[in-house]
């Protein structure tokens, strides 16, 4: 740590574990596809305001993170890269960020890397940061509108004050176009807890409206443009996205109240075993205002999602930055007191689950084999085990030289995001991501007229790789079930009793491709629907069929 520059030792780990690993996979399903084709097609369409999934209104989340998805689309080309590098680039901000607080909080230079390196090697934040989705992106600005506070509560001069506000501000209109009114709620849930007891409520007041003018002037444009040109989306979005999943019992990802308890000790893995240490000190040093500002951080969020109806485990990480500050600074004080067993007990604990992760695979290869015979197969093999033996060598060096291979964990994390997605069997990436089956067969399917799928999946991933937004849907709505009810998209959808009538139409046109997911019985009975004929191809769970024009 003394020999080498954190900075240019992180931007390498960034580089390293969330650039590269970006193109080594197809998209995942049914996230990546989902946000890769409703950017895309707002790339195509020139239609920003209001997000459309496959040409049908999709009001589940505001515009802003397509925003940046689509602009990554549009640099770096409408590919793996282009889809993901939004959430990279995102995250990597979001461990600068751990970075300059950190100095900002207890100027130790040591400090500064040691919470920067945890919180870009927490597991949950390296997955993600290859990974298409919103979370990264949200996260970071929550992120900056926290950091930002810290800054104004502790700037020494009003010109430094009033930058720091005005940055909380742009951060929480970024947040707020992302994900929704979380991003306003969240800053408020910390800061007004904190200045009443610093007995600041008054800069509060005096300050916050600043935050407020510049929050809505950043929002006003788009808020204003969807309302225009959507008027039901303000309805839908927040009655059925706030208030619904907040409060109801149906609401979609229903979870028990404890359910991010267990996610939080796997989200911060390699380094869970430092949490009982982390909060004893946090507790000890509960009245130093550094200390219970993190810690009303990382728990009235934590207190706040719990409280909700549905759940995902990504949903906690805005609690995941104060939480690597805490560890980064119980860890270095570790070190420097020469106290290793809790450093010890984490590389031998890691240790221990990458050896039984091992045996699992080695067992299941034997019993019931997860990956084939092919040389392809064989290749993802020895790179799942290349991942396991990493993890489980640089957890023993942290275990056996803990004062100075303390960090060695972040590389064995840093080769799971890095080849671990790569190495899957393929009877996970085959049906997992079928935009990889698409582009096996791109080129005819690109001759086609129609195209038809039964699932969101599948279909996204076939209107991504064509760029062609039009796929119909067989027997299923989804997420979608909102956007169909307009009048303008109901034909697109395809019923079981309807499907060979829509097929012989649509071949009068020209040719048909139709991709199916075949799995359940359900999908068995929709297969059975279709009619006899045409080019056939199936990968694993993936059945393509393309029909030719009729005579």
């Not at 992302?178 to 800061?191: D, Q, S």
């Amino acid at each position: 740590m003394t020999r080498f520059k954190p900075l240019p030792l992180l931007l390498l780990a960034v580089v390293a574990f969330y650039l590269l690993p970006l193109g080594l996979h197809g998209l995942w399903i049914p996230d990546e596809t989902r946000y890769a084709q409703v950017s895309q097609e707002m790339l195509m369409s020139g239609n920003w305001a209001a997000p459309h999934f496959m040409g049908v209104r999709y009001f589940e989340k505001p515009a802003a993170g397509y925003w940046l998805i689509a602009l990554g689309q549009a640099v770096f080309g409408q590919n793996l890269f282009g889809v993901r590098i939004a959430s990279a680039l995102t995250s990597a901000l979001s461990v600068l960020l751990a970075y300059l607080i950190a100095r900002r909080l207890w100027n130790d230079p040591r400090k500064n890397f040691a919470c920067a390196l945890l919180y870009l090697s927490f597991g949950l934040v390296a997955g993600q940061a290859g990974y298409s989705n919103l979370d990264p992106q949200f996260t970071f600005w929550v992120n900056l509108s926290l950091v930002a506070l810290w800054f104004a509560l502790d700037s020494r001069t009003p010109r430094a004050r009033l930058g720091a506000w005005t940055v909380l501000g742009l951060a929480c209109a970024m947040g707020f176009m992302t994900k929704g009114f979380l991003a306003l709620l969240l800053p408020v849930l910390i800061a007004v807890p904190y200045m009443l007891w610093q007995r600041r409520l008054g800069e509060l007041l005096r300050y916050g409206p600043l935050a407020i003018v510049v929050a809505v002037l950043m929002c006003l444009p788009w808020v204003w443009a969807i309302h225009v040109q959507e008027p039901d989306y303000w309805r839908f979005f927040f009655w059925h996205e706030h208030i619904h999943r907040f409060a109801s019992g149906t609401a979609q990802h229903a979870r028990p109240w404890w359910f991010f308890l267990p996610i939080m000790v796997v989200a911060c893995l390699p380094w869970a075993a430092l949490l009982p240490t982390t909060l004893h000190k946090t507790w000890k040093e509960k009245r130093q205002p550094a200390t219970a500002f993190l810690a009303l951080w990382m728990l009235l969020p934590l207190g706040f999602f719990s409280l909700s109806s549905g759940k995902l485990p990504t949903y906690i990480m805005p609690c995941l930055l104060p939480l690597a500050l805490l560890m980064g600074h119980a860890l270095i004080d570790l070190i420097s007191q020469g106290k290793t067993r809790a450093i010890c007990i984490n590389g031998l604990l890691n240790f221990v689950v990458g050896m039984a992760a091992m045996v699992t695979l080695i067992y299941l290869q034997i019993d019931d084999p997860l990956y084939g015979n092919s040389h392809a197969e064989m290749f993802n093999l020895s790179l799942t085990f290349i991942v396991l033996l990493g993890w489980v060598l640089t957890n023993l060096l942290q275990a056996f030289r803990p004062l100075t291979l303390w960090a060695t964990p972040a590389l064995g994390i840093g080769l799971l995001v890095l080849l671990l997605p790569a190495g899957m069997p393929a009877r996970i990436s085959n049906n997992e991501m079928p935009d990889q089956f698409v582009l096996e067969h791109l080129e005819e399917l690109q001759q086609t007229h129609a195209l038809l799928s039964n699932e969101l999946g599948s279909a996204s991933a076939l209107a991504w790789r064509l760029s062609r937004p039009d796929v119909a849907f067989y027997n299923t709505e989804g997420e979608l079930q909102y956007g169909l009810q307009y009048p303008d998209a109901a034909h697109r959808k395809v019923g079981l009793d309807d499907v060979q009538s829509w097929l012989a139409e649509a071949r009068q046109q020209g040719s048909v491709g139709v991709l199916m997911r075949v799995r359940s019985t359900s999908e068995h009975l929709e297969e059975g629907q279709l009619p006899p004929g045409g080019k056939r191809y199936r990968k694993g769970d993936l059945v393509l069929t393309l029909y030719p024009k009729s005579p």
